[in-house]
């Protein structure tokens, strides 16, 4: 992959995946609404436009071999905001995507996508129904839509990663389950990059924890080998919030605190 575009190039992810997607020969194209903290170095170019913007997104997408598309609203926002930001510009990404005839796009999906699958099915598998626990989680199904039709309709390589608590280091309980270290999220973008003729795929990201909540078999199938586990956090971690509480209801769906009253859409600014 010679010239990799990213969206949402200045985010956490995105930042996170400049240095571990490096290579020699290869370009990463950075696109965001602000520029990144940090200029771009050798091997990087830098466009700030969002990815509503179908001519910014076509001319960025020209002569790719890949976009990573991460951009967007990252959390729980007003409907009006998470259509425009997230729903339609999924969609500019990939149609810009084709017109330019890239031949692979990676969606960054989320575990919000499948948010309210309860503990009972724990560990959650490759490929769960859609059960999203808020209009972000709303926003991630159509995303996986999206790639599932240009893939079947146009022949794009398609890759929806649920992408569960990418950090620097896990900050709570539940993070022991859905950590995905940055050194780990490298190698599973790097994986998805490089996988051959992989078509239409959905897989989880996430390290390899032993607390684990998700199935890890279609990311490996990819070519992902995850190398980090939550665990070593969690005598440091326990020590300040105490054992997993099985009536915590934070702890009783995927997706968290995204399922607690706190989102319903009345409460939302």
């Known amino acids: 992959m010679a010239i990799i575009l990213i969206t949402g190039g200045a985010g956490r992810i995105g930042t996170m995946l400049r240095t571990r997607l490096a290579r020699p ?9 602000t520029p990144p903290a940090d200029p771009a170095g050798p091997g990087e170019e830098v466009t700030v436009a969002s990815v509503t913007d179908m001519a910014v997104m076509e001319q960025a997408c ?3 071999d890949a976009v990573i598309h991460l951009g967007g609203v990252s959390g729980e926002a007003p409907w009006e905001r998470v259509l425009e930001t997230n729903i339609q510009g999924s969609y500019t990404v990939f149609e810009a ?6 031949p692979r796009v990676i969606f960054a999906s989320s575990n919000h996508a499948v948010g309210f699958t309860p503990r009972s099915a724990f560990p959650v598998p490759d490929y769960a129904f859609p059960a999203p626990d808020t209009y972000y989680g709303v926003s991630k199904v159509a995303g996986e839509g999206l790639a599932a039709q240009y893939h079947y309709r146009y022949g794009m390589d398609t890759i929806c990663l649920r992408i569960l608590s990418c950090f620097e280091r896990p900050h709570n309980v539940r993070m022991l389950s859905t950590w995905l270290s940055p050194d780990d999220a490298g190698r599973l973008f790097e994986a998805c990059l490089t996988a051959p003729s992989p078509g239409f795929r959905v897989a989880f990201g996430a390290s390899a924890n032993t607390r684990g909540w998700v199935s890890l078999a279609e990311a490996r199938a990819l070519g992902y080998e995850p190398k980090d586990d939550a665990e070593a956090y969690a005598t440091e971690i326990i020590a300040e919030y105490g054992e997993p509480d099985p009536d915590d209801p934070v702890l009783a769906y995927l997706g968290g605190e995204f399922t607690l009253p706190e989102y319903d859409a009345d409460r939302l600014s």
Do not use: C, P, Q, S
């Open 62 to 64: 020209a002569g790719t």
């Open 25 to 33: 020969g290869r370009t990463l194209r950075l696109l965001d609404i």
């Open 97 to 102: 995507a084709r017109r330019a005839g890239v």
